[in-house]
């Protein structure tokens, strides 16, 4: 077994080193650094996450439907509920574009107390980007008002939608027509019961957005 390893090991550096060789050419203003490490997926990259060392993980999907939406298997849904950094989930056939239309999903105006908002906040910064806080609204009376949304310097405009009963639905629709870049949402913390007999709008908009997604986790009390 351990002949087969190094075998293993061999060919991962070799395709290892022809991934960053094509990474150089489209990026070559980049600097990237490279680590193999022989271990858990999911595991090692929240390890990676949690250490305080990195500002945000990126990793993509490939999209799934039925019960792959609830991420049975998936790596990038297990380092989403594990992670404490924000993570960026990008469609596997997205073309990048520079993010000029910031759209961030909220359910109400608490989040920004209760979330790090410092990677959105250089986003936009980088970028001169436009935010938007979309909240899909019940009713007249559910609506948010703009003086209500207030994080550091980032200038939110907010947009209150009504909501047909699918949020989803409702979110995907209002990317399509307002050409979005980048959605934003945030993994609020619930107990057991409520993982377990409410749907998650995160992680099945993760595998139904034709955007990237930035992710965030509400703050540890």
Do not use: W
């Amino acid at each position: 077994m351990k002949n087969i390893d190094r075998i293993l090991i061999k060919d991962a550096k070799e395709k290892l080193k022809h991934l960053l060789d094509e990474i150089k050419k489209i990026s070559p203003h980049v600097e990237f650094k490279t680590q193999l490490v022989k271990s858990y997926a999911v595991q090692t990259i929240v390890n990676y996450g949690n250490s305080g060392n990195y500002d945000l993980i990126v990793m993509g999907t490939k999209g799934a439907s039925g019960l792959k939406e609830v991420f049975l298997g998936s790596i990038a849904g297990g380092v989403i509920t594990k992670t404490k950094a924000p993570v960026i989930v990008v469609p596997s056939d997205y073309e990048f574009n520079s993010p000029e239309q910031i759209v961030f999903a909220i359910n109400d105006t608490k989040i920004f107390e209760k979330t790090d908002l410092d990677v959105l906040r250089l986003i936009v910064k980088s970028n001169a980007s436009t935010a938007t806080a979309l909240h899909v609204a019940q009713s007249v009376e559910d609506e948010l008002r703009s003086d209500e949304i207030e994080y550091g310097n980032i200038n939110f405009k907010v947009k209150n939608i009504e909501g047909s009963g699918h949020i989803n639905e409702d979110i995907k629709m209002y990317l399509n027509e307002n050409k979005a870049d980048l959605l934003c949402l945030v993994r609020s913390k619930k107990d057991l019961l409520s993982r377990i007999f409410q749907d998650s709008v995160t992680l099945k908009q993760t595998f139904s957005s034709s955007v990237p997604l930035l992710i965030f986790h509400e703050k540890e009390v």
